[in-house]
């Protein structure tokens, strides 16, 4: 039976990943660091040595831009990698860890992002963007049916930086004191 994780580093994975991708060989580190920027890489350096396998990556958006000139990589070996990038517009892990310890001071966490789905398609690799959760599944199983990389940018809300809990609320705790 597979076993379902969820991964997060920058930012949080929505619930609409977490229920419908399983995997025993999904690897998970999550809030374990506030980022990393190799994530991209390795996802497409397994998709190169792995070529009968789908490697899917899963980045916040801050961690994506990185490296995310890998994704030329991907295009140029025709990987087979679908990079999940979720977008919250600013590095997520960071500013939970600054709203827990320092409520209403946040420093340096916002982003500024070029349209992801937009920016895989100029490498020439397939690029999607979900705004709603209904319209992941089908986005997803595109994505699968595409014979070189992916991209799917997940836009959400900046306050859901996870699934269990909102920035407005960890800093509601944190004001409690």
């Given at each position: 039976m597979a076993r379902r994780r969820t991964s997060s580093r920058g930012s949080s994975v929505p619930q609409c990943c977490t229920t419908k991708l399983r995997s025993d060989r999904l690897h998970s580190h999550a809030t374990a660091r506030a980022r990393d920027e190799t994530r991209p890489a390795r996802a497409a350096t397994e998709a190169v040595r792995h070529h009968d396998r789908v490697v899917v990556s899963f980045s916040g958006d801050g961690c994506f831009q990185m490296n995310c000139q890998e994704?030329?990589?991907?295009?140029?070996?025709?990987?087979?990698?679908?990079?999940?990038?979720?977008?919250?517009?600013?590095?997520?892990?960071?500013?939970?860890?600054?709203?827990?310890?320092?409520?209403?001071?946040?420093?340096?966490?916002?982003?500024?992002?070029?349209?992801?789905?937009?920016?895989?398609?100029?490498?020439?690799?397939?690029?999607?963007?979900?705004?709603?959760?209904?319209?992941?599944?089908?986005?997803?199983?595109?994505?699968?049916?595409?014979?070189?990389?992916?991209?799917i940018e997940l836009v959400i809300d900046p306050d859901a930086v996870l699934p269990t809990t909102t920035l407005s609320e960890i800093q509601a705790t944190a004001m409690k004191g």
């Amino acid at each position: 039976m597979a076993r379902r994780r969820t991964s997060s580093r920058g930012s949080s994975v929505p619930q609409c990943c977490t229920t419908k991708l399983r995997s025993d060989r999904l690897h998970s580190h999550a809030t374990a660091r506030a980022r990393d920027e190799t994530r991209p890489a390795r996802a497409a350096t397994e998709a190169v040595r792995h070529h009968d396998r789908v490697v899917v990556s899963f980045s916040g958006d801050g961690c994506f831009q990185m490296n995310c000139q890998e994704i030329g990589t991907a295009v140029q070996h025709n990987a087979k990698v679908i990079f999940i990038v979720v977008n919250n517009g600013m590095y997520g892990t960071i500013r939970m860890h600054q709203e827990t310890h320092y409520p209403k001071r946040k420093s340096a966490t916002d982003l500024v992002n070029p349209d992801f789905a937009a920016f895989a398609r100029a490498y020439g690799a397939h690029g999607e963007t979900v705004t709603k959760t209904g319209d992941f599944e089908a986005a997803f199983e595109r994505c699968r049916a595409v014979t070189g990389p992916s991209l799917i940018e997940l836009v959400i809300d900046p306050d859901a930086v996870l699934p269990t809990t909102t920035l407005s609320e960890i800093q509601a705790t944190a004001m409690k004191g």
